[in-house]
């Protein structure tokens, strides 16, 4: 059993919001981490890599209301646990309706609909090998409903979590959102 002594992680962030059009947005970040792990056994074992992740999202309007929000992000070169997570990425897909002065929205969500999500990683021990493949549930339709109740145009500060798997609404302070309905289905 390895134990892990010490995990240091030095990175670079670079976010770049672009507004192509008045009705197209594109935003992406840039990430690069060095990550240095020393592991406890007997002599002392360092290993360290640079690894980089990106992530783009593109938000189209369209007229009356609508509008799709393509979102994907790839990982590469980065550890799990003590050892070597190999590439991975996924796309995901929103599609949103605002009705009634903005008030009521109407969402569909397809998470990873193209089932690019595979995790996956190598163990390299001493004399021993092995390659691990672990498929998860990550394919899934959302369908949701908001109602605000505040005066005005939609308060956009609240915050989004993601809990199991599955999103999350998080409703903050005085706001109050009615009937939010999210329905996580997998399919194969």
């Known amino acids: 059993m390895k134990n892990i002594n010490n995990n240091r992680n030095v990175f670079l962030s670079l976010n770049i919001p672009v507004k192509i059009t008045k009705w197209w947005e594109l935003s ?5 981490r060095y990550t240095t792990i020393e592991i406890k056994e007997q002599p002392v074992r360092k290993i360290a ?3 980089q992740d990106v992530w783009a999202s593109n938000r189209i309007n369209f007229l009356k209301g609508y509008f799709l929000e393509i979102s994907g992000i790839y990982s590469r070169n980065s550890f799990i646990g003590i050892y070597d997570l190999n590439s991975q990425g996924r796309i995901d897909i929103n599609i949103k ?4 002065k903005d008030k009521l929205t109407a969402m569909v969500s397809l998470g990873d609909p193209f089932n690019l999500y595979k995790i996956s990683w190598d163990v390299k021990e001493n004399g021993f090998t092995r390659q691990v493949y672990r498929r998860l549930a ?3 339709i959302s369908i949701g409903l908001t109602y605000n109740f505040s005066s005005g145009k939609k308060q956009t500060d609240r915050e ?3 809990t199991a798997g599955s999103d999350a609404l998080c409703l903050l302070c005085h706001k109050c959102y009615f009937l939010y309905f999210l329905l996580g289905c997998f399919f194969k």
């Open 28 to 32: 992406s970040s840039l990430t690069a």
């Open 138 to 140: 990550t394919r899934y």
């Open 49 to 51: 890599k640079l690894s």
């Open 160 to 162: 989004n979590v993601e």
């Open 97 to 100: 309706k605002s009705f009634l």
